[in-house]
């Protein structure tokens, strides 16, 4: 089955300055990864997604970038905030079967 | 539109007894999925449907059992409760045949076993 191994496990930063969440992914046939943040006591919730087609998209401060030969993708985030502070998730899928496969969460603390 | 709920919110339970977790959504999605997730840990899939009718088991089933009761509402079974139970438990639901293939969560049910 898929394997997902993501990088870092915590990660603080200044305010203002860039983060950058990496996961890798070890089945060949999957072609959704999307990310997920976490807020204390919440559900996950979807911020940006990638389809294997593509090899980079952006969302206003949220970027993801995918490196399909390696199989590994990233979030990056600029310009950090204190509400950005939270556990963020990457996962890999075949998105027609809908299961996803998680990392194990990325606790981002951004210091003012 | 409330989306993805579950209850209850918070749950203790001793070694042995049985619960049935509910999860409900509004969004008319096809797809539903019980995940559990412990500290320091990614989400785990104990079972998912595909469609009202069916159900599959995840990485994680042992334990549990579901059952899809209609297309709303998707529960989550312990027959006979162990403390390597206790973690966070979300529903998520996820529409199919549409080009968006995002999954919506619940607020998670939080369970201890004693």
């Known amino acids: 089955g898929e394997n997902v191994e993501q990088h870092p496990s915590t990660l603080s930063v200044q305010e203002g300055d860039s983060a950058v969440i990496k996961c890798t992914y070890s089945d060949s046939a999957s072609n959704y990864f999307p990310w997920y943040k976490q807020e204390l006591g919440k559900g996950p919730q979807l911020i940006i997604d990638i389809r294997s087609n593509v090899g980079e998209k952006k969302d206003q401060r949220i970027a993801v970038t995918l490196n399909k030969t390696a199989k590994h993708f990233s979030l990056h985030i600029t310009e950090t905030q204190p509400e950005d502070s939270a556990v963020y998730f990457c996962a890999a899928s075949n998105g027609n079967a809908g299961k996803s496969t998680f990392g194990d969460g990325t606790t981002l603390t951004v210091k003012p | 539109n409330a989306g993805v709920t579950q209850t209850p919110k918070f749950q203790v339970l001793k070694t042995g007894q049985s619960m049935t977790l509910q999860c409900a959504q509004d969004?008319?999605?096809?797809?539903m999925y019980w995940y559990r997730q412990d500290p320091g840990m990614g989400l785990r899939l104990i079972y998912y449907?595909?469609?009202?009718?069916?159900?599959d088991k995840g990485e994680v089933p042992n334990g549990y059992n579901v059952s899809r009761l209609n297309k709303r509402e998707f529960s989550l079974r312990l027959e006979s409760a162990a403390p390597s139970q206790t973690s966070v438990y979300f529903c998520?639901?996820?529409?199919?045949?549409?080009?968006?293939?995002?999954?919506?969560f619940g607020p998670g049910t939080r369970l201890t076993v004693t």
């Open positions: 449907s595909a469609s009202e009718g069916t159900t």
């Open positions: 998520a639901s996820r529409a199919t045949g549409t080009p968006s293939y995002e999954q919506y």
């Open positions: 969004m008319n999605h096809n797809s």
